[in-house]
């Protein structure tokens, strides 16, 4: 089992930055593909980006390109928000899977972990 415990969520006005953190509780993250997904009042759960276990691979939703930059280290998954809108309030989850690629897609990840809230101010 992997618990995965997210941090770095906060209230900041609009165009500020913000940087997640991801890690996994009692283990490392090297061999899992992670992957962020946010979830807003009322909307269903989207994702953001994900990262190859290497960290050789990225992938971004279209309304973060050139905003989010996703990145990790042996430990640690990261989330670098830049330019930060009001429509990017959302609960912010990481999500990791045993697999060398990352996905879009929720249910392929087994492992959750509880979120962690970001609100952006305008």
């Not at 995965?4 to 500020?16: F, K």
């Not at 009322?42 to 990145?71: H, L, P, Q």
């Not at 879009?104 to 979120?115: A, K, L």
């Amino acid at each position: 089992q992997v618990q995965l415990v997210e941090s770095g969520g906060g209230l900041v006005q609009a165009g500020g930055s913000l940087r997640l953190s991801c890690a996994a509780s009692g283990r490392t993250l090297s061999s899992y593909a992670v992957g962020w997904f946010r979830q807003a009042p009322g909307k269903e759960r989207e994702f953001v980006s994900a990262i190859s276990w290497s960290g050789s691979s990225a992938y971004y939703t279209d309304f973060v390109k050139g905003r989010f930059t996703i990145s990790r280290d042996n430990a640690m998954v990261y989330l670098q928000m830049n330019n930060l809108k009001p429509e990017d309030t959302a609960v912010y989850y990481c999500a990791a899977r045993p697999y060398v690629l990352g996905s879009s897609i929720p249910h392929e990840y087994p492992y959750w972990g509880q979120g962690t809230q970001v609100t952006v101010s305008s």
